[in-house]
């Protein structure tokens, strides 16, 4: 018997840059991408869950994700979220969700004011999730940043809020890079369907990439996207 091979879109803005990596990551990870540009009006029928990726979607203008968060494209990822469908994004995909409101909280300037680009080591805070069932409890795993403002903030009651329904998922373990507010670095929406994280899992499926800890995070969602393919008689 032949495993499907779930499909699993990546959104494609002016500015995306990680798209690609995206889908080669999830492909190697035993998924089919497909691409969705920004301005379709309805997410392809099939398609088994989303990911927003990285970049500096329409140039960063006023703020990330400000100007992504009103694409046509994004208003079927809402209705797909709504609906229980499968959401990650990832660093710029990240800022894109919280400006959409599809998840909590504000990404801000890192607290250095430098662009950052290094691996770091992530504390997995929670593995019943979509996104991390393949990590083991408080499992430290090595993945690569790159950002500016990838400083995650939430004012007391809010994050007192998130941390009483545990939608915190991933924090910075050692290292905070960014100064974001009790070294998060990865939330989930209340329903724990939508995540958004601002290290890069697709730049770590591989050794040779010096870490295949993002796998653990990719496959997950490509186990849970397959899961969720109809069966056809």
Not at 27 to 47: K, M, N, Q, R, T
């Amino acid at each position: 018997m032949t495993v499907p091979r779930p499909e699993i879109g990546v959104l494609v803005f002016p500015g995306s840059n990680d798209e690609r990596d995206m889908a080669w990551a999830l492909s190697a990870l035993d998924a089919e991408p497909v691409f969705i540009w920004h301005g379709e009006h309805e997410l392809p029928a099939g398609v088994s869950a989303v990911v927003l990726p990285g970049g500096f979607s329409y140039g960063d203008y006023l703020r990330p994700g400000a100007i992504a968060r009103f694409a046509p494209a994004m208003d079927a990822v809402g209705r797909f979220a709504a609906e229980g469908g499968l959401v990650l994004g990832v660093c710029n995909g990240f800022q894109i969700l919280c400006e959409a409101g599809l998840l909590p909280g504000v990404l801000r300037l890192n607290e250095s004011l430098q662009f950052i680009c290094r691996d770091v080591t992530l504390r997995v805070e929670r593995t019943d999730l979509p996104f991390t069932s393949r990590c083991e409890p408080e499992q430290r795993l090595v993945i690569p940043i790159k950002n500016s403002l990838g400083s995650w903030y939430a004012d007391d009651e809010l994050y007192a809020k998130l941390e009483e329904r545990r939608q915190i998922v991933l924090r910075y373990h050692g290292e905070n890079p960014s100064g974001a507010v009790m070294n998060v670095a990865g939330v989930t929406n209340a329903s724990g369907n939508v995540m958004g994280m601002m290290p890069h899992p697709e730049h770590a499926v591989d050794p040779l990439l010096g870490s295949p800890d993002g796998a653990l995070i990719l496959a997950s969602l490509v186990d849970e996207a397959r899961r969720r393919i109809p069966v056809t008689v």
